[in-house]
């Protein structure tokens, strides 16, 4: 296979990702700050100016720069560079997998389905990472990944593609996921996780499905065990120091997304 086919519009999504990934840094400040996603002019964290469009170029300007503000010097957020880059790789990885792993062939959803889960990756990288800096996961991104969801859900039943049968069966996981985070929520008065990740499981279940979703839950509380408890060894957080929750959700939905299927499967075997 020629390599050149592949590599040129591979760069141009990965470009095309690092200014997706720059609006998504804004969409992340802005949530921080509880301020409105779209209007607005950038400006500086720490002193407040202005910053022009040459020095908001992704990944460059703050290379150039070396990540510090034009104006008054102070450190520019490694959050900056990481999203660009990572929405970068993303869109490669989309690319790519345009080839690979969107099998719906019917009209319109040739084209939805990819969209789709773009933009469904593009709402997870910004919980990820707010949840990561300020310990929050914004409202905002979890109504927009909810309307998502189900949109493109009803969508998929309304064309033959979903069974109502499965989306009956996601709705009920919901609920039982829902109760089961607000539970924990309630009796371990939010330092075991916040009300943040109870609105949060509602739509990654649907997104997962049931009874997917339950390894995605079963991964998050796993690997966040296993983090949490490294952590603390290794000196680097307290014991009642919080550890965000959302990103293992996030990780553990991917998981699920993957592999949930046949973990199901094979311990379905397993048992009988
Ligand atoms: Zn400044």
Redesign the pocket.
Known sequence: MAILPFLIPALFFFIVGLVIGSFLNVVILRSIRDESWVTGRSH??????QIAWYDNVPLLSYLILRGR??????AISISHPVVEGLTGVLFVWWYAGLFLFFKLTQEPFVVLQPLFWLAVAAILMVIFVTDVLVYVIPDKAVVALSALVVVYQLALMYSGIMQPRDFMWALMGMAVAVLFFFSLWFITRGRGLGLGDVKLIAPLTLLMGWPSAVVGIFSAFIIGAVIGVVSVVAGKKKMKQPIPFGPFLIIGTVISLIWGHDIVSWYLNFLY
């Open positions: 500086c964290d720490v002193c407040g100016a503000c034009r104006h008054c010097k102070k």
